[in-house]
């Protein structure tokens, strides 16, 4: 997925725009290949927690979903500077609801890997 779509999507009250939402992303092992002068690819190792919130007292606990995977994420060299350029997801297993976390999503970005779930529409 390229990054302005990424940034679209991720920002999207119906996904990680969510303000009921809370995260947390761990990243564990992490390999990097230059594949030149300016682009380089990471593989990255990921366990990430989602809990979102019936309100925004942040008390109780609608639903909560977490996630173990990896993600290819592509990076370029702008003006001098290292800039995320794309991100493919790959979850292979998950714990808890995780598919209730964002499914108010579903409808408006897709699923079954539409959007890079399948860790293959890295640009």
Known sequence: MPRDEFILMASNPHFLG?????????????????????QIV????LR??????????????????HAHGTATMRYAKAEGEWKFAGVGPKVNWTEYDYDKVFADGKEHFGENGENGENGENVH
Request: glycine residues 10%; aromatic residues 10%; proline residues 2%.
């Open 18 to 38: 969510n303000p009921l939402l809370k995260t947390q992303h761990f990243v564990g092992l992490s390999t990097w290949e230059k594949v030149s002068e300016d």
């Open 42 to 45: 990471g593989h990255h190792q």
């Open 48 to 65: 990430v927690a989602h809990q979102r919130y019936t309100d925004d007292g942040f008390k109780d606990v609608a639903v909560k979903g």
